[in-house]
């Protein structure tokens, strides 16, 4: 069973661009949450989504957004990148709710650093 | 505002050696979770503990959780090398939302 697949694993952008962020859950998981991981703030929850609905939102500015597909498929957005943006951006997936308890799964992550 | 807190920080250790990592949370939650995390990868999912009193064990490793005090541990037990990671404790605020802790960066060394 393939696991959590994040696209792409690096990306160098420039600051003031946006960047796109691409997350494939593993087969069967419905939903998908996002993480943000630097040095200086660790692991922080960036938002949850679930049938393409966002359920729960961490303390990040609007220029962090995301949405997910039909096919459970998520994607994240960060607009008008900042240098404190440059950071490992995990993605994870977990079986739908009321299906039991299970640890979230994550992907191997995508390391944007910004210039 | 949630907290979780995890120490030490850093511990390097020998092997064949015990020790205990120690993760304290500031809100009421049922559920916890410990994560492996090797440099440069992501993390692995190594105990999910569900309610107070919960044990769990793999291997050299045995997680425990305490609802009451707020407190989860990790033991280590006998050392060896391949257990040199970053270890996070994770507190599940529901939604799939988890506050993790600072991390615990171990080295276990001959």
């Known amino acids: 069973k393939a696991g959590v697949t994040q696209t792409p694993r690096y990306l160098i952008k420039t600051r003031g661009q946006q960047v796109t962020l691409s997350c494939s859950p593993i087969?069967?998981?419905?939903?998908v949450s996002w993480y943000q991981q630097t040095p200086g703030q660790g692991l922080q929850f960036l938002f949850e989504y679930f049938s393409e609905t966002q359920r729960n939102k961490g303390n990040f500015p609007g220029r962090f957004s995301g949405r997910q597909f039909s096919n459970s498929r998520s994607e994240m957005n960060v607009s008008t990148l900042e240098l404190g943006d440059s950071a490992l951006y995990l993605c994870?997936?977990?079986?739908?709710?009321?299906?039991?308890?299970?640890?979230?799964?994550f992907g191997n992550g995508t390391r944007l650093t910004v210039t | 505002e949630l907290k979780v807190e995890q120490n030490p920080l850093f511990l390097s250790m020998q092997e064949g050696k015990n020790y205990t990592i120690y993760c304290n949370y500031s809100t009421t939650s049922d559920r916890l979770y410990w994560y492996r995390q090797d440099p440069g990868k992501s993390l692995e999912s190594l105990f999910v503990?569900?309610?107070?009193?919960a044990v769990k064990q793999e291997g050299r490793l045995m997680a425990s959780l305490d609802t009451k005090a707020r407190l989860s541990t990790l033991h280590i037990t006998a050392a060896v090398h391949d257990l040199s990671a970053t270890y996070f404790c994770?507190?599940?605020?529901?939604?799939?939302?988890?506050?993790f802790g600072t991390g615990t960066r171990l080295q276990v060394f001959p």
């Open positions: 994770a507190v599940d605020m529901g939604a799939d939302k988890l506050i």
């Open positions: 994870a997936s977990s079986l739908a709710p009321g299906t039991g308890p299970s640890p979230l799964h």
């Open positions: 503990l569900l309610s107070n009193g």
């Open positions: 087969s069967g998981h419905r939903s």
